[in-house]
């Protein structure tokens, strides 16, 4: 049996497409966009085509997209740039308790800087709460950054009505949509976002590129000084290889689409109905307002990175969730904010499905993982346990040990 990845909210592979588009600006197209000889106007030739691919998959204007290194410099230019050049209009940030490390360790930095970050709750489901939102900003508000969809559970944030929010208040919105750009429309007028985030690795694109859009009006400070690049937002010689290829990427994600996002549907609802029959097992999530390739799961007395270890084993590539650090102790931020308790939350699968995923592996999943999780459930020492022993055990400190969770 083959390997079945079904971890592409980490990292999806690079479309052979991708590659060959890229290609070039390896080799014969190698000049620097900035130079006036030939070679440096064939490179800017394809920066700026790229950039109104990038711009059209937006509802953008070209010189609305910021080319960065990915989705967490494009969370920092967002949040720490608007910030900064914003400041003198007030100093609070409105974030959720379950953004992306990059944007919440950015939150906290601005925190040792001055700023007051409200972190707004949200309800089992995943789904902000709009009633604390609305109370959180003040006449201080300067930003509302609010993630277009988790990255662990998929829930997808009603970003519209989170708008409207903002804009009664005149106060911008920033979104990190690295995991629905691609996969879901992501209109930035339709979204009402002023700044958003984006990744080229996680459409079929390469890893190290990414965009941030950032609507006309909208005031940064630069967090990389040099020279003149990218309107003077991000200095530095622009990488236009990968350029090239999260052009690619998005020019064929936006050609299919709204096929693939039918299709992964449809494998997503057969896996969530075939794993939900485990015993003791249950969605993390909205059931519906969700990212077409995401399923979350919980197993009662399982222990996630163990079971992440089975799956490999048995040729499937699985996730526990995203902690963006492999010596991360602490459970899933995100699962605790929607209600579950340590233990419940140490008992997480993620998995995300992409373009190669087919009915077959799906039913080869749903064959071998309740099987493992009762291997688990034989040898896990809280399977035997009072709720008063549990209740102690979930106070004590974890201890040292290596989790599996990959940086999305």
Same mark, same amino acid.
């Given at each position: ?48 085509? $790229? ?20 989705? $967490? ?137 990414? !965009? ?82 995401? !399923? ?26 995203? !902690? ?23 008992? $997480? ?33 809280? !399977? ?25």
């Amino acid at each position: 049996m083959g390997r079945i990845y079904l971890d592409h909210a980490a990292t999806t592979p690079v479309d052979p497409r991708v590659l060959e588009a890229m290609q070039p600006f390896f080799s014969e197209k190698f000049g620097n966009a900035s130079s006036l000889h030939s070679e440096g106007t064939e490179a800017a030739e394809a920066l700026e085509k $790229s950039r109104e691919t990038v711009a059209g998959a937006l509802g953008a204007k070209p010189d609305e997209v910021v080319f960065t290194s990915g989705g $967490s410099e494009s969370d920092n230019l967002a949040i720490k740039g608007f910030a900064y050049a914003n400041r003198k209009k007030g100093n609070r940030i409105v974030t959720s308790a379950i953004e992306h490390p990059a944007v919440l360790n950015t939150c906290r930095y601005l925190e040792k800087n001055g700023f007051r970050v409200t972190y707004v709750p949200v309800g089992r489901n995943g789904i902000v709460d709009l009633n604390a939102l609305e109370k959180a900003v003040t006449e201080e508000t300067i930003l509302v950054s609010i993630m277009h969809a988790n990255n662990e559970i998929g829930t997808i944030q009603p970003l519209g009505k989170i708008s409207e929010i903002a804009k009664r208040r005149g106060v911008a919105l920033h979104t990190d949509a690295v995991q629905t750009f691609g996969k879901i429309e992501t209109d930035a007028d339709k979204l009402g976002a002023d700044l958003l985030s984006l990744s080229g690795h996680k459409i079929y694109g390469p890893k190290g590129v990414g !965009a941030l859009f950032v609507r006309k009006g909208t005031v940064l400070e630069p967090l990389i000084h040099g020279g003149e690049h990218e309107k003077g937002l991000r200095a530095g010689t622009e990488n236009v290889a990968g350029i090239a290829g999260l052009a690619e990427a998005t020019r064929i994600c936006a050609k299919e689409m709204n096929g693939e996002a039918a299709r992964e549907t449809r494998l997503r609802d057969r896996l969530l109905k075939g794993i939900l029959e485990t015993p003791g097992s249950w969605l993390n999530g909205h059931r519906t307002k969700r990212l077409p390739n995401n !399923a979350n799961f919980s197993f009662r007395h399982v222990e996630g990175e163990s079971l992440v270890l089975y799956l490999d084993m048995k040729g499937i590539a699985a996730s526990t969730g995203s !902690a963006c650090s492999s010596l991360k102790l602490e459970p899933s931020h995100v699962l605790r904010a929607i209600g579950l308790t340590p233990e419940e939350a140490h008992g $997480s699968l993620r998995l995300t499905l992409g373009r190669a995923t087919t009915a077959k592996d799906i039913e080869t999943v749903l064959e071998i993982i309740p099987g493992e999780v009762e291997k688990l459930r034989k040898i896990s020492p809280m !399977a035997g346990m009072s709720a008063l022993e549990k209740k102690r055990l979930e106070k004590q400190p974890h201890g040292h040990g290596r989790h599996g969770k990959a940086c999305d």
